[in-house]
């Protein structure tokens, strides 16, 4: 009987997923030459982990299923919508939020106005998603594919 700590799969979509998140967090220390720690835990930046995650578990689920399989197709179509959405709905929202925050600040620079900053840094340009996908590609088999 197989344990879920086996689930060589899982892991490969997760240690994608850390891999991605540690470099957003090495590159934010080489742009800026700072440490700042929402860059390590937070969604946003290069590359996108929500791509290497996803991106992963598709290679994963093709290397251990087949590539002809269901269970490949619905990972595939997982991963796209996934990427589609880091690239589209959540960059809009990201450049919402960088024009929401600018206009605030300028309209309120001499006026006193409480308010919360929305977060600009959610979504992912395409570099950043392939980029992401291309790292959780190639941990997926990695991980998976070295029997």
Known sequence: M????????????FFAWLI??????LLAICTHK??????FVGAGGM???HSAFVSA????VGLTDGWASTTFALSVVFSLIVMYDAAGVR????????TLNKMVTELFDEREFHHERLKEFIGHTPVEVIVGALLGILTGWWLVGVK
Request: aromatic content about 10%; charged content about 20%.
């Open 20 to 25: 991605a998140q540690v470099l957003k967090g």
């Open 91 to 98: 960059l809009a929202a990201s450049k919402q939020a960088a």
């Open 47 to 49: 590359p996108s982990s």
């Open 2 to 13: 197989a344990n879920f700590s086996d689930n060589t799969v899982f892991w490969s979509s």
């Open 34 to 39: 700072r440490l700042d720690f929402r860059r």
């Open 57 to 60: 578990l598709a290679t994963g």
